[in-house]
């Protein structure tokens, strides 16, 4: 399954080798979206894979960038007990372009926001609800 998303690029962590044949580089994006007039901000872990761990050295903390990648998961059992494991696998980082939403890069976290503009009582820091159970009725 290959999905993108556009965000800024929040954290790099160095190249680990896993194995002698296995690498991965991880990085954390930052997303934010507007759902019924309020910014909520994701921080989504991200890894680069192989001969992929590379792509991310033209890039700096701060960076716009348009990430491709697949939703990996693995089960596995051990001792009758069944885990399992999900992968935001990369496989291509660009620059996001200038035609993204004029709204994309300049959408303020609750931090940032001045003493005026603070979000109602129950949509703090940590909620963050999905477009599907965001409730908009007038009641």
Do not use: H
């Not at 580089?25 to 979206?33: Q, T």
């Not at 009758?80 to 980082?93: C, P, Q």
């Not at 890069?105 to 963050?128: H, K």
């Amino acid at each position: 399954m290959s999905l993108e998303v556009t965000g800024k690029l929040a954290v790099k962590y160095d190249t680990q080798q896993v194995k002698e044949s296995f690498r991965k580089r991880e990085f954390v994006m930052e997303i934010s979206e507007e759902i019924n007039g309020n910014v909520y901000t994701n921080y989504a872990k991200m890894q680069l894979v192989q001969n992929k761990c590379d792509i991310l050295d033209r890039f700096n903390v701060g960076d716009m960038i348009k990430v491709s990648f697949n939703l990996k998961g693995n089960r596995w059992e051990k001792d009758g007990k069944v885990s399992y494991i999900t992968n935001l696998d990369a496989w291509r980082i660009e620059a996001a372009s200038t035609g993204a939403p004029a709204n994309a890069q300049a959408m303020p976290s609750y931090t940032n926001m001045p003493a005026g503009n603070v979000p109602p009582a129950n949509t703090g820091n940590f909620y963050n609800p999905s477009p599907e159970s965001a409730d908009d009725l007038p009641f």
